[in-house]
């Protein structure tokens, strides 16, 4: 009878092992937001006024919309530019896995104070959704929301 225990035991513990070693290990948020991001959607406010590919967009200058997140050895840069073509360099930082932060922005973006801020709604590997925290002036004072895609 005790064998038998046993044996039970060892299958449970062994099947137990094999079930969470198989797991799919998720990386970390600044490893799976480091990369080069393109326009997907735009909106401001509530109004849709980008959709790539679309005919009728309201600013079809977001398709060149680009925000490249690097992380070489620990040091996190960033080059973003804006649907006017404009671009600006600095650093990167992740404020929990919610929150990216883009500071010491080169030109400073129009009142940004060299900082922009967005809440990560969602993040998978081809896409990022990101809602700026403050409002744009260059977009009348709108709250924006970029759904950006990889590649």
């Given at each position: 009878?005790?064998?038998?225990?046993?044996?039970?035991?060892?299958?449970?513990?062994?099947?137990?092992?094999?079930?969470?070693?198989?797991k799919k290990k998720v990386k970390p948020v600044s490893e799976r937001i480091a990369k080069?991001?393109?326009?997907?959607?735009v909106k401001h406010g509530p109004t849709v006024v980008y959709t790539r590919g679309g005919?009728?967009?309201?600013?079809?200058?977001?398709?060149?919309?680009?925000?490249?997140?690097?992380?070489?050895?620990?040091?996190?840069?960033?080059?973003?530019?804006?649907?006017?073509?404009?671009?600006?360099?600095?650093?990167?930082?992740?404020?929990?896995?919610?929150?990216?932060?883009?500071?010491?922005?080169?030109?400073?973006?129009?009142?940004?104070?060299?900082?922009?801020?967005?809440?990560?709604?969602?993040l998978d590997d081809v896409r990022l959704i990101l809602t700026r925290l403050k409002t744009?002036?260059?977009?009348?004072?709108?709250?924006?929301?970029?759904?950006?895609?990889?590649?």
């Amino acid at each position: 009878m005790k064998k038998s225990y046993s044996l039970i035991w060892c299958t449970i513990l062994a099947l137990t092992l094999i079930a969470t070693g198989c797991k799919k290990k998720v990386k970390p948020v600044s490893e799976r937001i480091a990369k080069a991001w393109t326009a997907e959607s735009v909106k401001h406010g509530p109004t849709v006024v980008y959709t790539r590919g679309g005919s009728t967009n309201a600013v079809p200058a977001y398709s060149a919309f680009r925000l490249t997140l690097n992380d070489a050895s620990g040091t996190k840069t960033v080059s973003y530019t804006e649907f006017d073509g404009s671009t600006f360099s600095g650093t990167w930082e992740l404020d929990g896995d919610s929150k990216l932060i883009l500071k010491d922005l080169t030109p400073q973006p129009t009142g940004s104070g060299g900082t922009i801020e967005f809440t990560i709604t969602s993040l998978d590997d081809v896409r990022l959704i990101l809602t700026r925290l403050k409002t744009s002036p260059k977009t009348g004072g709108t709250i924006n929301e970029y759904t950006l895609s990889n590649p």
